[in-house]
Nanobody, 115 residues
Framework: QVQVVESGGGLVQPGGSLRLSCAAS????????MDWYRQAPGKERELVAA???????NYADSVKGRFTISRDNAKNTVYLQMNSLKPEDTAVYYC?????????WGQGTQVTVSS
């Protein structure tokens, strides 16, 4: 059974940091590209950061220089380090695992940036 489980969300003040984790099981993790998406209330889900199976990374312009995606294939886990958080980063963050003709989503973790 495939499971994709996010953790690490919470409430943080503007300028603060959080690290999200996404643990995947039931898949050959090292061959999957892994992404972080987010969805704010009333908005469409958007891609925040992506890392390929080979380790290439891409970021949305809105988070470049503040967020860092990384993966640990030995732990079947992908991370999103979020620094200098802003209120507009408030959203549900989703982990997405993708390979040829197949994809899996996590259930999401809430990130709220507020004073």
């Amino acid at each position: 059974q495939v499971q994709v489980v996010e953790s690490g969300g919470g409430l943080v003040q503007p300028g603060g940091s959080l690290r999200l984790s996404c643990a995947a099981s039931g898949i050959i993790f090292r061959i999957f590209g892994m992404d972080w998406y987010r969805q704010a209330p009333g908005k469409e889900r958007e891609l925040v950061a992506a890392i390929t199976s080979g380790g290439d990374m891409n970021y949305a312009d809105s988070v470049k220089g503040r967020f860092t995606i990384s993966r640990d294939n030995a732990k079947n886990t992908v991370y999103l380090q979020m620094n200098s958080l802003k209120p507009e980063d408030t959203a549900v963050y989703y982990c997405h695992a993708r390979a040829v003709l197949i994809e899996y989503w996590g259930q999401g973790t809430q990130v709220t940036v507020s004073s």
